[in-house]
């Protein structure tokens, strides 16, 4: 090891051990910010899946653009194999949504068994840090289920499951769960009691209905459209939904989905969905709800978070014109976007997040066919404390399992 010490002790002889060093310990790695030395291992910790050189990576630990990002609500970590000082991976802590924080984690599979021991002890140490010195109410990170060392060494730490999405990723040719573990600070449950326990309201039945299958309209079909259903048609987002937009966002009452609508302006509002679809591929794609009667649009649908690696993404909806919500058009869209994630986009599974309040898009997620998967708990503030979302989803083959509705233009 040599060649690490000298290179080490020439560029950051601060940061090249952990002598000295007071947090962030355990049994067989510990964690330290980014030093110049570790470019040379970067194919070890850095998040990226193509390759990058050690010249390139120097230069941005040297530039502080890989590290401390606090402005970007992250901060990041290398994970340091405690014998030798060799880093064998990294982790991510984010910081952007109080209060709660989260942490992503990485280990180069290259050492084998050991990867997922490091990396379920790399996770304990940040999300116990986070929790107990930092005394953040939450940490959250989330998981291939079948990493079971990491999840043992979580467990242990007092983390717990908390939320399954079915068939979430790809490993070696298969398809395996995403699991989503939660560490609570012991001071806020005392406040707020065991967020696990609070129940989860619910209205309707809960039972899915038929799908609107896509129509062939008779004659031409409507501008743009991608898809089209017997009341509306989904079609790109265009500048001038940007007025649209803007008018509806100061004029809606409903409060379950969030804490109060928020105002936007016609040129922000266009400016991010232009944005949206100049990235290539788009990892956000949104469609425009228009009414087929009229070619007003009354609402928008769309796919986010896409993985094209694992095909899974977020479904996320808003009607934004109040006198079309609860007549049927916010599912037949619904059912239009999947048509087109799981046909067009060949997506595996699609997810959703919905507050506990918020029952009426609840059911209208059951009645699409998602079935709950869990909840994520202390979210976001609301009404004095913290709140919690409930977690959906919905695989392809379930969704082409359910029967339809075939009308006929």
């Known amino acids: 090891m040599p060649a690490i010490a000298d290179a080490r002790s020439a560029n950051a002889p601060l940061l090249g051990s952990r002598e000295g060093q007071t947090y962030l310990l355990g049994e067989e790695v510990y964690l330290r910010p980014p030093a110049p030395a570790d470019a040379d291992y970067a194919a070890s910790w850095r998040f990226v899946k193509f390759p990058i050189s050690p010249d390139r990576v120097r230069a941005l630990i040297e530039d502080g ?24 991976g990294s982790l991510l802590i984010h910081t952007d949504w109080f209060p ?141 939904d940007a007025q649209v937009a803007a008018h509806w966002s100061t004029r809606d009452n409903d409060t379950t989905w969030s804490n109060g609508p928020y105002a936007v302006t016609q040129g922000s509002w266009w400016k991010e969905m232009k944005e949206l679809q100049e990235a290539d591929p ?48 916010g599912s037949e869209a619904k059912h239009l976007l999947f048509d087109y994630a799981f046909n067009t986009l060949g997506l595996h599974m699609l997810q959703s997040w919905v507050f506990f309040a918020n029952t009426r898009s609840a059911a209208a997620l059951r009645k699409q066919g998602y079935r709950e998967s869990g909840r994520v708990h202390w979210l976001t503030a609301r009404q004095g404390t913290f709140t919690h979302m409930g977690t959906y989803d919905l695989l392809a083959d379930e969704w082409r399992a359910m029967p339809r509705h075939e009308p006929s233009s």
Not at 199 to 225: I, M
Request: aromatic letters at 8%; a negative charge.
């Open 65 to 88: 653009k890989s590290g401390d990002d606090s402005k970007r609500g992250r901060h990041q970590l290398v994970i340091v194999r405690k014998h030798d000082e060799r880093p064998v």
């Open 100 to 240: 709660y924080y989260y942490v992503e984690a990485t280990v180069d599979p290259i050492f084998g068994e050991a990867a997922g021991r490091w990396k379920g002890e790399a996770a304990a140490i940040a999300m116990r840090h986070m929790v107990d010195e930092w005394q953040m109410p939450i940490a959250g990170i989330s998981l291939l289920a079948d990493e079971t060392a990491a999840i043992e060494r979580l467990t242990q730490a007092g983390a717990r499951e908390n939320a399954r999405f079915c068939e979430m990723f790809t490993r070696d040719g298969r398809r395996v769960d995403g699991v989503m573990y939660e560490c609570l600070n012991e001071t806020w449950i005392e406040r707020l009691g065991d967020p696990a326990e609070e129940p989860l309201s619910r209205t309707g039945t809960g039972e899915p209905r038929p799908v609107t299958a896509p129509v062939q309209p008779d004659g031409d079909p409507p501008t743009n459209a991608v898809r089209i259903g017997p009341r509306i048609y989904l079609r790109p987002i265009q500048e001038s």
């Open 282 to 329: 788009q990892e956000w794609v949104r469609f425009a709800v228009c009414l087929r009667e009229s070619d007003e649009a009354i609402g928008f649908v769309g796919i986010a978070d896409i993985d094209y690696r694992h095909r899974f993404a977020e479904s996320e909806s808003e009607l934004i014109n109040p006198a079309y919500r609860g007549s049927g058009y």
